[in-house]
């Protein structure tokens, strides 16, 4: 069984809790529910059923929420390498150092991407 501890997403119980009292209980298995609440849970909660595959499961205000996932984080643009190739070369013969740099830093920022 799940439950929250001042709000926080629902885990399962510790083996220590601590009463108002100053008390400490060890064993989950025998808290009461009293003692769970007196320490400051509230629960049990049971996650409700989602499709991993297109939704997450989330804990917003006290209460489980089933979200779709967010859409995939856009990848590396793809660069072209044979025109980089060509340009790197076009720029190396005309002694373009500017076109070069700017080319060769695109190529190295492309292959730190993948």
Do not use: C
């Amino acid at each position: 069984m799940l439950y929250s501890f001042h709000g926080a997403r629902p885990k399962p119980l510790p083996f220590r809790i601590t009463l108002p009292n100053g008390f400490t209980r060890t064993d989950p298995s025998t808290f009461t529910e009293d003692e769970i609440q007196a320490a400051g849970f509230t629960g049990p909660y049971a996650p409700p059923p989602y499709d991993m595959a297109t939704e997450q499961l989330g804990w917003v205000d006290g209460a489980y929420v089933v979200e779709p996932l967010p859409p995939p984080p856009l990848g590396p643009t793809p660069i072209d390498l044979d025109a980089t190739a060509a340009g790197i070369l076009n720029a190396a013969a005309t002694n373009d150092v500017t076109a070069l740099a700017t080319l060769l830093n695109d190529l190295i920022d492309a292959a730190q991407a993948m």
